[in-house]
């Protein structure tokens, strides 16, 4: 950064809060630029200091506005506005190479220590929603930003570290993990109001990349999820249940409301997939099909409890999650064979056979690994 004048320069030498500071809003006002190239280079000094350890570093981070300037860096590299409108066209290479630099920085400054993650949850937390409009009488639904879950969804490896291999998870650990999953449960009961208010198609533009990001993260999640069910010794285990069992309902609710592709894939020709591919960038599958195979088969225990838990309370339907998927392996086998299995190229949405599949995996897992003294009858 650039010091004023010598005496000014004198004043830092002494103050290293100040000095620290000070070179902090240097890089958030380039975060702030509007060019990504001069944005761009906030990258190598946010990387340097998530190689930085100890106390005096993680108090420097904190008060040092980091967490703002990490914010801003995932706001400069939000999806524009109007860029879903047309779900045909090619991504934006450049765009999608600099949100994935934007997530290995985040990932990188949340391992620094649990002080600075829970810090930096709470002013996700903080974010204003956005209201979006309801076709029914709901009027206006809130919807968390999309640059906020993409920021969320880097922390995924920060999360894990701090629940794993270990037997008991410490009051200051327990913080922050039960923060992560109030923003879970937070996202995805937006999401899950607006699919069942029927108020998806007027969003559209917004949901889809709000509730794509957020099958990411959940799937990112799973080790983290995994863990809590082995170390999670706190008595009320309520928040784990309700953030798993919305989890799994939203991913359910996204196989049933949202096609994989608008039209035909160029995956292949181009190195990220049309716009209208409700795909992780560069992948092959139906995002919130991958929640289900990450989470039935990251743990036994972690199956089991997905199994276990009641989804009732979301839409009155006592039926079961064998039978829910079930039911949508179903309906995605009929659409398939209305479409024509050799019909192409095709230029309507539609989900693949391979995601259908790897449904059934999961079923199979799930069915697999259950109880089944208790659930015979169901399986």
């Given amino acids: 950064f650039i010091c004023c004048n010598q005496q000014e320069f004198c004043q830092y030498r002494f103050d290293k809060d100040l000095l620290f500071k000070s070179f902090m809003e240097n890089i958030y006002q380039i975060c702030c630029a509007c060019d990504p190239e001069l944005i761009s280079l906030a990258f190598e000094p946010l990387l340097i200091l998530s190689a930085q350890k100890g106390d005096t570093i993680d108090h420097l981070v904190i008060n040092g506005d980091v967490a703002r300037t990490l914010i801003q860096l995932a706001i400069s590299y939000r999806y524009p506005q109007g860029y879903f409108k047309d779900p045909t066209l090619d991504s934006d290479t450049r765009l999608e190479i600099e949100r994935n630099n934007v997530r290995d920085v985040i990932r990188s400054l949340g391992c620094l220590s649990e002080n600075f993650l829970f810090h930096f949850l709470t002013m996700l937390e903080s974010t204003p929603d956005l209201p979006v409009i309801s076709s029914s009488s709901h009027g206006t639904l809130d919807l968390v930003p999309e640059y906020v879950i993409h920021a969320f969804s880097s922390l995924a490896k920060p999360l894990n570290r701090l629940v794993a291999k270990r037997n008991i998870i410490e009051k200051s650990q327990l913080s922050v993990l039960e923060k992560a999953l109030y923003l879970v449960r937070k996202y995805c009961n937006q999401l899950i109001l607006i699919f069942l208010s029927g108020s998806y198609e007027s969003c559209r533009e917004e949901a889809f990349s709000t509730s794509r990001l957020l099958c990411m993260a959940i799937a990112s999640f799973s080790p983290f999820l995994s863990n809590i069910c082995t170390s999670y010794k706190h008595e009320d285990r309520q928040l784990f249940n309700e953030t798993l069992a919305l989890s799994v309902f939203f991913s359910l609710l996204c196989l049933v409301h949202i096609p994989e592709l608008a039209t035909e894939s160029r995956l292949g020709e181009v190195p990220y997939d049309i716009r209208g591919a409700y795909r992780g960038p560069g992948g092959e599958d139906h995002v919130a099909c991958l929640v289900l195979m990450r989470l039935t088969k990251e743990s036994n225990e972690l199956a089991r409890t997905i199994f276990n838990l009641?989804?009732?309370?979301?839409?009155?339907?006592?039926?079961?999650?064998?039978?829910?998927?079930?039911?949508?392996?179903?309906?995605?086998?009929?659409?398939?064979?209305?479409?024509?299995?050799?019909?192409?190229?095709?230029?309507?949405?539609?989900?693949?056979?391979?995601?259908?599949?790897?449904?059934?995996?999961?079923?199979v897992d799930l069915v697999a690994k259950a109880d089944h003294n208790v659930c015979r009858k169901d399986i």
Avoid at 317 to 335: A, G
Wanted: positive net charge; hydrophobic residues 35%.
């Fill in 310 to 363: 009641n989804f009732s309370t979301f839409d009155g339907h006592s039926t079961s999650l064998i039978h829910r998927i079930s039911k949508i392996i179903e309906v995605l086998k009929d659409l398939e064979r209305q479409r024509g299995y050799h019909s192409t190229p095709k230029r309507v949405p539609f989900t693949t056979a391979m995601t259908r599949r790897i449904i059934l995996r999961s079923l």
